[in-house]
Nanobody, 123 residues
Framework: QVQLQESGGGLVQAGTSLRLTCAAS????????MGWFRQVPGKEREYVAS????????YYADSVKGRFTISRDNRKNTVYLQMDNLEPEDTAVYYC????????????????WGQGTQVTVSS
């Protein structure tokens, strides 16, 4: 059974940091690009960041570039999102995602989604 289990969300003040973790199981982690998306009620899901199969190439949305860092540990089947200098605009439910062998163009082609973890940034 495929599982993507996010953790690490919470309520923080602007300017502080959070680290999200996504533990994956039930599929070939090493063969999947891993990514993070976020969604605010009433809006479309938004791409945040993704990382290549071996972890050597990260990709970021312009809105988080320079503040967020994505990484993965293929030995632990885990992907991380380090979020620094958080802003109120980062408030959303954050979803972990997996896509076989290729990076995202939008959120099309995603193979697996997590349940999401809430991040709330107060001003």
């Amino acid at each position: 059974q495929v599982q993507l289990q996010e953790s690490g969300g919470g309520l923080v003040q602007a300017g502080t940091s959070l680290r999200l973790t996504c533990a994956a199981s039930g599929f070939n982690f090493n063969s999947h690009f891993m990514g993070w998306f976020r969604q605010v009620p009433g809006k479309e899901r938004e791409y945040v960041a993704s990382i290549s199969l071996g972890g050597g190439i990260p990709y970021y949305a312009d809105s988080v570039k320079g503040r967020f860092t994505i990484s993965r540990d293929n030995r632990k089947n885990t992907v991380y999102l380090q979020m620094d200098n958080l802003e109120p605009e980062d408030t959303a439910v954050y979803y972990c995602a997996a896509k076989y062998a290729a990076n995202w163009d939008g959120d099309q082609g995603t193979d697996y989604w997590g349940q999401g973890t809430q991040v709330t940034v107060s001003s």
